[in-house]
């Protein structure tokens, strides 16, 4: 779990670089989508890219939900764009190479990279939810049903 944030606290603000050189924060969204932070370890690894191809699979879905899905690891907006364009993600990947948002989480593994949670964020910027297990086969279709539960959507 988490070794600094709880269900029911304000969600860290952070602010990350994505390919094309654009910067999204957290805050872009406060307001206005629910956000599901996704934490993982490293691009094109069997988990990481099963688990990035159920959340664009399930993209659709999601945005019908307001749900804006964004994806953290340790690798480079280099790395983040050749994984994007081999699966075709439809949702950003941000580059976290200081390890400054993984440590605001506390999702710090033993080897360093992003350990697999995910913090489900309420527009009001609030976290609802963790996921500290993911099924990466089907994590968008828990994304959905979690927002749904929690009386995130309209």
């Known amino acids: 779990m988490s070794d600094t944030l709880k269900v029911g606290d304000k969600a860290p603000d952070i602010e990350a670089e994505t390919y094309g050189g654009d910067k999204i924060k957290l805050s872009d969204y406060r307001g206005r ?3 599901a932070l996704y934490f993982y370890p490293k691009d094109y690894t069997g988990g990481c890219t099963k688990e ?3 959340i664009r699979d399930g993209m659709s879905d999601l945005e019908k939900l307001d749900v804006q899905v964004l994806g953290v690891s340790t690798d480079s907006v280099k790395s983040h764009e050749g994984f994007k364009e ?5 949702f950003p990947l941000l580059s976290d190479k200081n390890k400054d948002i993984i440590k605001s989480y506390g ?3 033993d080897s360093g990279s992003a350990r697999r949670e995910t913090f489900l964020i309420d ?5 609802r939810y ?3 297990k993911v099924n990466t086969a089907e994590h968008a279709d ?6 749904k539960e ?3 959507v309209q």
């Open 107 to 109: 999702v710090v593994s």
């Open 123 to 127: 527009k009001s910027g609030v976290i």
């Open 130 to 132: 963790i996921w500290m």
């Open 33 to 35: 989508k629910t956000v």
């Open 142 to 147: 828990e994304i959905a049903d979690k927002a």
């Open 86 to 90: 081999k699966h075709s993600l439809n």
């Open 52 to 54: 990035a191809c159920s």
């Open 150 to 152: 929690l009386g995130l």
